[in-house]
């Protein structure tokens, strides 16, 4: 479907914070947090979905038998032409799960996450080792909000 051309308004933003609050919410929940009927949030959404507002819905899930107590973000300044192989690179190493290019300091920003602050440090250290790195800054992740 073509996407709308029309802007994003209060509501929308409003009905967007609660989704990414709570994404399994439904309709009417929806509704009655930003004071629409269920049809005319479904409306909203629809919209959004098909203008790319919303690209999607997922489960973020941690199994009891692998936890991954220690999680970092990871700030990545490069010297390469290939950013794509880097990258690719970095996506097969264990616990990396996002990975993004930023404008700024750093080239890209890597979301890990480790049973241990060892295997952290491991990864890590692969990573500072590697030619095309010039140099990283990690932030240890404490407490998360959601």
């Known amino acids: ?10 509501l929308d933003r409003a009905l967007l914070a609660l989704l990414a609050a709570h ?14 009927s269920r049809t005319a949030v479904l409306a909203r959404v629809q919209r959004l979905e098909r203008a790319g507002v919303i690209r999607g819905y997922r489960a973020e899930v ?21 950013v794509a192989g880097y990258v690719r690179r970095l996506m097969a190493l264990d616990g990396v799960s996002e990975i993004e290019t930023v404008a700024g300091e750093y080239d890209l920003v890597v979301l890990l996450a480790a049973g241990s602050a060892e295997e952290l440090d491991t990864v890590l250290d692969l990573i500072s080792g590697w030619s095309e790195t010039v140099r990283t800054t990690t932030w240890v992740v404490l407490r998360r909000y959601r």
């Open 1 to 10: 479907m073509a996407p709308t051309n029309r802007q994003i308004d209060d």
């Open 23 to 36: 994404g399994r919410a439904t309709m009417a929940e929806l509704g009655r947090g930003v004071g629409l």
């Open 62 to 82: 941690v199994l009891p038998d692998e936890p991954h107590a220690h999680r970092a973000r990871v700030g990545v300044v490069i010297r390469t032409p290939d």
